[in-house]
């Protein structure tokens, strides 16, 4: 016996909730995000969660997208390559916007400014401004900024390149190195847990912060710039600066 076509009517009623159904599927595609979780008050872990600036910018993020974060942890110096190579859709590390960058993959609209600063021990009295770094061991966290801005701006700094911000600084502490270059929000949230370490007044540069995303995911580039743009009319944004950056205007 041959089977009746189905009414019309009711074909479109399937059709239309078979396409709803891939649309909801779509929308719950896991976002990931790639980040290096060493860089308070910007992502790090903490009591065994994963928390920070960045992180919560991010989750929000997720939320007005309709999409949940599967985080990837990588070394900073990878999250550029990780985009490249499709490992992730996106990288959120407080990662500063830059022409050299911009050549492999997009950047959101700026989501914080930020700059590069000089950490010393409180009672230095050989680093007192930015021009004393020539000749003096400088501790920096490799692939960032920090390092192609000295060997540029100042390449008599004898550079300690290290893979982990806690290093970093920890160099500075112990008087291995007589200085670190990081960036701002870093390098003041330490300052503030550790006594006996200062942050120079005068800044190196001042930069801002984007959320890298693949060149070959535009959409994805315009639906987190709308995102942001959302957070920032309904005080979403606001809230989280204010959180962790209490002395924000």
């Known amino acids: 016996m041959m089977s009746r076509p189905l009414p019309r009517r009711l074909l479109l009623a399937l059709v239309g909730t078979l396409a709803l159904a891939g649309t909801a599927a779509h929308a719950a595609e896991p976002l990931r995000v790639a980040t290096d ?13 994963r928390t920070g600036f960045d992180t919560e910018m ?19 110096k990878g ?20 022409d050299e960058r911009r050549k492999v993959v997009d950047f959101t609209v700026p989501y914080y400014a930020g ?11 050989t680093v007192k401004s930015p021009a004393d770094l020539a000749g003096r061991k400088v501790s920096v ?17 004898q550079l300690m390149e290290v893979e982990k ?39 190196l540069t001042t930069e801002e912060y984007g959320m890298a995303i693949r ?9 987190v710039n709308d995102a942001l743009a959302k957070m920032k009319a309904d005080g979403s944004y606001a809230a989280i600066v204010q959180k962790w950056f209490p002395a924000s205007k």
């Not at 966290?141 to 700094?157: C, D, H, I, M, N």
């Not at 060149?215 to 639906?223: F, H, I, Y």
């Open 79 to 98: 999250l550029i390559p990780a985009l490249v190579s499709r490992r992730a859709d996106m990288a959120v590390s407080a990662i500063y916007i830059t």
């Open 165 to 203: 911000n806690q290093e970093m600084f920890n160099l500075v502490e112990v008087g291995r190195s007589d200085a670190a270059v990081t960036g701002k929000p870093a390098a003041y949230q330490y300052v503030r847990t550790r006594p006996g370490l200062k942050v120079l007044p005068e800044q």
């Open 141 to 157: 966290q490799v692939g960032t900024k920090s390092v192609s801005f000295l060997k540029e701006k100042y390449p008599q700094a």
């Open 215 to 223: 060149k070959d995911t535009p959409e994805l580039t315009k639906a």
């Open 37 to 49: 979780a060493t860089f308070p008050p910007m992502e790090f872990i903490e009591n065994g969660k």
């Open 115 to 125: 700059g590069l600063v000089v950490m010393t021990k409180a009672d230095n009295t």
């Open 58 to 76: 991010v989750e929000a993020i997720g939320k007005q997208l309709g999409r949940p974060i599967e985080w990837i942890d990588i070394d900073f």
